[in-house]
């Protein structure tokens, strides 16, 4: 399933998914985190904070510089945690 409907490619979520994932592996491993099921809702809940912290920015509601950019990666970063 894409996640862009439109012309001309789009990410697709099973990628993003499985890329995301790799790097969660490589960094538990590294930093001798166990991933259980607390781990993945509070590993979302901070996603969600930066998230927020970047809208805030981007709605001027917050401290520092809005960026666009950081905004997507935030959210593709939320969504790969689904």
């Not at 259980?36 to 809940?45: G, I, P, S, V, Y």
């Not at 950019?69 to 939320?78: A, F, N, S």
Request: charged content about 30%.
């Amino acid at each position: 399933m894409a996640a862009h409907q439109g012309g001309g490619g789009g990410v697709i979520l099973s990628e993003l998914s499985a890329s995301v994932l790799r790097i969660s592996d490589i960094y538990a491993r590294e930093h001798g985190i166990d991933r259980d099921r607390d781990w993945a809702l509070l590993k979302m809940q901070e996603e969600l904070g930066e998230l927020t912290a970047e809208h805030l920015r981007m709605s001027g509601r917050a401290r520092g510089e809005a960026d666009h950019d950081k905004l997507g990666d935030e959210g593709r970063t939320c969504w790969a945690c689904c």
